[in-house]
């Protein structure tokens, strides 16, 4: 049963020969997301440049953004508006400047880890094109020792093996060469 007051009751009160534990509800305060710089606070009186809500940049809109996801309130790999948001505010109050502080940190090493993750991702694929996946052909017996189906796949990848070894020592040599010049 859910009765208003205007006041507090006392304990014990007895309404229509009922009784049970009175308790005064807390009215829930809105948490506010202003849809103009995606920040958390009151659109009403922002006066920020309007900010894209899929990366947080404020070169472009939403409509024409091409980057990946990131929230400009903690640094992380979702929208801004996303509940996922350390430093989203909850009903018990805003995150204090040190909590923002460690959960963007949080955020950033999230972002990048995603980032690291999808151009690994790519390379793969990549690697599956350049390879081409090998095809299997059943070979009869007599057949076997004079065909052999998949050995120019096995030189492509041989080949495409010593290409890559060949651009990471590239980019190892360059990189030492710009460390010594410094």
């Known amino acids: 049963m859910h009765t208003l007051f205007t006041k507090p009751p006392k304990p014990g009160l007895r309404v229509f020969d009922e009784s049970g534990i009175t308790h005064v509800l807390k009215k829930q305060i809105a948490i506010d997301f202003c849809k103009r710089c995606n920040g958390h ?93 090998p095809e299997v052909t059943v070979v009869a017996p007599e057949e076997r020792e004079t065909s052999h189906p998949i050995s120019g796949s096995l030189d492509q990848v041989e080949r495409t093996e010593s290409i890559i070894d060949n651009t990471q020592q590239e980019s190892v040599g360059s990189s030492t060469d710009s460390n010594m010049e410094l």
């Open 41 to 133: 606070h009151s659109s009403k009186l922002c006066s920020r440049a309007p900010s894209c809500g899929n990366c947080g940049s404020n070169m472009h809109t939403q409509d024409n953004c091409k980057a990946a996801t990131r929230c400009r309130n903690c640094g992380g790999p979702h929208r801004s508006d996303s509940r996922r948001c350390l430093a989203r505010p909850t009903r018990l109050g805003a995150p204090t400047k040190e909590q923002l502080r460690a959960y963007r940190q949080a955020g950033d090493r999230e972002f990048q880890a995603t980032i690291r993750a999808r151009v690994a991702e790519e390379k793969v694929s990549a690697m599956e094109v350049v390879i081409g996946t």
